[in-house]
């Protein structure tokens, strides 16, 4: 992510305190993301072990949700360490691909009920709110180039 520097003077301490909690904050809540996203891809692969072996859930679970429910997390550690702001909108907008996939996949084995809804509903719940963080970031991601663009 990008954080700009701004220059403090030695003797404006509370506004340092402020900035650097606000790194902080920014810091903990970057790592939350990829824990999360670690966490719903070791959900994805649980869930993948317990449907049923048939052709529908191998062709569903094994081939398509396993890939797309598992690269958002690898996704996100490549943007993490994008190399310009373009960069990281291009790996955040896969990031965002990949869970759209996995929701569809997933409401799929939803409505055909080859696993619970107690199974089911609070990984699609995670997937829903991970895809709506990805939306922001993608666009404060695009806006911000946009006015970087503006300024040259």
């Given at each position: 992510m990008f954080y700009e520097r701004k220059q403090y003077s030695f003797?404006?301490?509370k506004i340092v305190f402020f900035n650097l909690f606000k790194l902080n904050t920014f810091i903990m809540k970057q790592f939350n993301l990829e824990d999360r996203l670690v966490d719903f891809a070791v959900q994805i692969i649980n869930i993948i072990e317990a449907l049923p072996n048939n052709p529908v859930c191998k062709h569903l679970g094994t081939n398509q949700l396993l890939r797309s429910g598992t690269s958002p997390a690898l996704n996100y550690g490549e943007a993490q360490a994008a190399e310009s702001r373009a960069d990281f909108i291009h790996k955040v907008k896969i990031v965002l691909k990949?869970?759209?996939e996995s929701f569809i996949?997933?409401?799929i084995l939803n409505?055909?009920?080859?696993l619970s809804q107690d199974i089911l509903n609070p990984i699609l719940k995670e997937n829903n709110e991970l895809i709506s963080i990805f939306v922001k970031s993608y666009?404060?991601?695009k806006e911000n180039l946009e006015k970087e663009k503006r300024k040259k």
């Open positions: 003797f404006n301490e990949e869970l759209r996949c997933l409401k409505r055909k009920q080859y666009k404060t991601a």
